[in-house]
């Protein structure tokens, strides 16, 4: 699946395209920055940076440096308090949360409970688990300037879970006058209350994002903890630089040009790991899910059989083969919300893990009525993790009778396209492809993929499905686990039914670091910069 030049001419362009990179952020910087500086590459360039306008986990870990949260969840998967402690009335139905002394916005500004109210709403308009959460709430008010009352219509037992959830939407809080931008348009300036402060000047989307020490940030003080604990900054900088090439990224890594790279390529691992001077880890133990998304509102996938026809095309293998291609990183997994789970279950799955059902997908695409409308495959071809789905299944897409158009772009691009709902000849699409980590697809109220809301509130794609949305309702008002697993198993089955998504196997990524860098944290959200440190 993936080419690569001979050695020389390979090693000649990687230098090259550094040295370009090395240039680009120079002329950008006519001050060479002062103290410890952390230059990484993540997985993608950052061009959203309204952590709450999209679900890219690349504007997450903006996010995360630039704001902060009400509370946070630790290794041991419990809620902690972060910006903010909480109080639970007898009868279940008011959460009261006190701010903490100390915080401040990046303007100087001291947090009020009014601007956390207004980023509560303004996150939970657009998030899964936050949309819920709203439908059980009376109301959210700030009843002093430090104090946040939610009173609920009925106990609801995940509102703790919700607000301090690790990964997209983080219910990141900002300024009152931000948040109250519409969540389908995006903020018009980075103002947080984090450990880092962004840096607008030097932003190139393209070329790297600039993040520097916030000096006036309070830590809490217990120890990091994934997402919760003391977000301590041990750096004074922190760049991330966009290298779209994996070669020259790990050249660069190798080299010390660069710290930090989060996403290694497989195939080059074994160069990497010998390498005395490097770490490699999985700071993700949890891994992630990749999968397929249809669009719902245009032809062909409107049609639910249509829909069926092109799932039973699709095998988990030739996909994780193509993407990993090492039996450790990767594993076939038919359940929705993760294998070796309390809600795990391979109901409905059967032809995605064995890879069984392309004659089977002939037959029903020849029985849907499909008319030969092409298939629009949005393909990024700047993300590691995301370049051999598309091309896999449009190939078991044509082979099992689909006309597909294949439609090479980037990433980014595909976060901002795949926000349309015009008809594919108008600039839409009719499926991409994308990767959860663990913790986001867990259970049937955080998986925001599985919703079905349709065009009002739902995921990219729109599913609409009411039985879904009933039987997340169902979920959310039970407290037995045995209850939750058989609802969790009538979800799967019904979103196979309708191929509300189509899950396409489950893998783990290594990152690594110079051995310079210490206090690198795990969790479901990573990477996170504060409580590294960096030595000369």
Not at 93 to 109: I, N
Not at 412 to 439: D, I, L
Request: with cysteine; hydrophobic share 40%.
């Amino acid at each position: 699946m993936f080419h690569f030049m001979r050695r020389g001419s390979r090693a000649f362009a990687s230098k090259l395209a550094l040295s370009v990179v090395a240039l680009s952020v120079g002329l950008a910087s006519p001050v060479l920055a002062a103290g410890k500086t952390i230059t990484a590459v993540m997985h993608s360039d950052l061009r959203i940076i309204d952590p709450i306008f999209t679900t890219a986990y690349i504007t997450r870990d903006h996010g995360y440096m630039v704001y902060d949260t009400l509370v946070a969840t630790d290794s041991n998967f419990k809620i902690q308090p972060q910006m903010a402690d909480w109080k639970i009335s007898d009868d279940k139905l008011t959460y009261t949360f006190t701010l903490r002394d100390g915080l401040k916005w990046h303007d100087g500004a001291p947090v009020t409970a009014e601007d956390c109210v207004a980023s509560l709403k303004r996150w939970a308009a657009v998030d899964g688990m936050g949309q819920k959460l709203m439908d059980f709430t009376a109301s959210i008010e700030a009843t002093d300037a430090k104090t946040i009352t939610l009173k609920l219509k009925e106990p609801y037992g995940l509102v703790l879970d919700s607000i301090g959830k690790p990964s997209s939407r983080v219910a990141f809080m900002m300024p009152k006058r931000l948040a109250e931008t519409p969540p389908d348009k995006q903020i018009p300036e980075q103002i947080g209350s984090g450990p880092f402060k962004f840096v607008q000047s030097e932003f190139q989307p393209g070329v790297k994002a600039v993040y520097v020490k916030n000096t006036d940030y309070v830590p809490r003080k217990e120890p990091a903890s994934w997402t919760s604990g003391g977000k301590v900054v041990k750096v004074d900088r922190v760049e991330w630089i966009t290298m779209p090439d994996s070669q020259t990224a790990v050249n660069a890594l190798q080299s010390g040009d660069i710290d930090f790279m989060e996403n290694l390529p497989y195939d080059m691992l074994p160069v990497v790991e010998a390498n005395k001077e490097l770490t490699v880890e999985v700071s993700n133990k949890f891994g992630f899910q990749t999968l397929g998304r249809m669009n719902f509102l245009h032809p062909p996938f409107d049609n639910v059989k249509v829909r069926r026809a092109a799932f039973l095309a699709m095998n988990q293998k030739d996909v994780l083969d193509a993407l990993v291609g090492n039996a450790k990183y990767q594993k076939i997994c038919g359940a929705f919300f993760i294998c070796d789970t309390p809600l795990a279950t391979e109901v409905g799955a059967e032809t995605l893990v064995k890879g069984s059902g392309m004659a089977e997908a002939k037959k029903a695409l020849a029985e849907s009525g499909y008319d030969g409308t092409p298939v629009v495959v949005m393909a990024p071809g700047d993300v590691t993790t995301l370049k051999a789905q598309p091309i896999v299944a449009a190939q078991l897409l044509r082979e099992a009778g689909f006309k597909v158009d294949l439609q090479a772009t980037d990433w980014q691009t595909v976060v901002s396209r795949r926000a349309s709902q015009k008809p594919p000849k108008e600039g839409g699409w009719n499926m991409f492809f994308t990767n959860w980590v663990a913790a986001d697809v867990s259970n049937p109220i955080a998986n925001l993929s599985i919703g079905g809301q349709g065009k009002k509130g739902g995921w990219f794609g729109w599913a609409e499905d009411a039985k879904i949305e009933q039987l997340k309702d169902a979920f959310v008002r039970t407290s037995s686990a045995d209850e939750q697993k058989k609802i969790a198993a009538d979800i799967q089955k019904e979103a196979y039914e309708q191929v509300i998504y189509i899950p396409l196997g489950q893998y783990l990524l290594p990152s690594g670091w110079r051995k310079s860098l210490t206090g690198v944290l795990d969790g479901p959200a990573t990477p996170l910069f504060w409580n590294i440190d960096k030595s000369e």
